[in-house]
């Protein structure tokens, strides 16, 4: 049974580094997306050279798709090697923080998987070692990133195909499977909530294909309507933003995929803009193929299906080592990846419980 926490893209490899000039280490196997981060990385021509995790386990499986990467029993071996550029994590939630700022301290450049922060005052201590290390703590927001639909809907955006976007409307459901789940999946402490770890790709979505700077959480609710044994865990969470441009926005996240989809959820984006709209289909077609990034454009001259997929890539990783390379931020901005993981905090603080 396919499941969200195994998503793990591959693409064609598109090299913007020569083998050597980038070097990453993986630690903290907790989650299955550090597959596709790590796929990212090497498909850009970033070298693997470490992983470290408690989990011998979880070391082996990582060593038997990569077996480039060393094993290393202790987490300080790669935090002192100097030639290491970029370290990538996906550990429990409600530590992600506080090893970011470990790795920036030790001058590496980090990159997790989202949710990048559980509470608003990891966001400001992680702000400070920013400012104070000046290196980049990147989150893996993947239902943008890693998924073509979405990596060219922004293309047909930025080129003004459907004008100014004025509203968004993301629809997240995910399969639980709940046991194949981790205990920490089931503590709200640890992963923070339904709105603040799977509403973080649907709020930066929002932020990005707006070009919004900021935005106001209107409303914003969670429920535990069908997963009683699971008495911490919001199955269902949803959400109304308005952005500091005027672009309104609303969200749907779940664990209620039937097992009956042949995929893990039926993602689906619905953007609205002044002189057209776009509507994705990330994962599946439902009821018509088995085909993923479905895109569905309408303008004022024509209506038009497109299968994005393996045509448009995953630009972001290849940006992304660039950037640390050279200091710019082509990928993703520091104050957008941090402004997205401020408002799914602050949506699950908001969040009125229903059920």
Known sequence: MELGQNYAPTG?????????????????????????????????????????????AKVKDFVGRYPDAV?????????????????????????????????????????????????????????????????????????????????YA????EQGVIGKVINVIGLGPHRLNAPSRPGWFFEREKYGGILCDIGSHQIEQFLHYTGAKDAEVVSSRIANYNNPEYPELDDFGDASLTADNGATNYFRVDWFTPDGLRTWGDGRMFIMGTKGT?????????????????????????????NIAGKVGYPFFGQLILDCLNGTENAMTQEHCFKAAELCVTAQMKAVKVQ
Do not use: W
């Open 278 to 306: 776009i509507e994705l289909r990330k994962y599946i077609n439902i009821g018509v193929s088995q085909n993923s990034d479905n895109v569905f454009l309408v303008t004022n001259s024509t209506e038009e299906y497109i």
């Open 154 to 157: 922004g293309q047909l955006i």
């Open 71 to 151: 094993p290393v029993n202790d987490l300080g071996i790669i935090l002192q090697d100097k030639s290491i550029h970029m370290i990538a994590a996906a550990a429990v939630p409600n530590e992600r923080s506080a090893l970011g700022r470990l790795c920036m301290e030790h001058e590496k450049h980090y990159f997790t998987d989202k949710t990048p922060f559980t509470t608003l005052e990891q966001i400001e201590l992680t702000r400070e070692t920013v400012k104070e290390t000046g290196k980049k703590y990147m989150c893996y927001y993947s239902e943008r990133l890693h998924v073509e639909s979405a990596v």
């Open 12 to 56: 064609k490899p598109a090299p913007v580094v020569k083998p050597g000039e980038f070097v990453f280490a993986a630690t903290s196997l907790d989650h299955g997306h550090i597959m596709g981060m790590t796929n990212g990385l090497l498909e850009a021509g970033g070298t693997l050279k470490y992983v470290f995790d408690k989990d011998p």
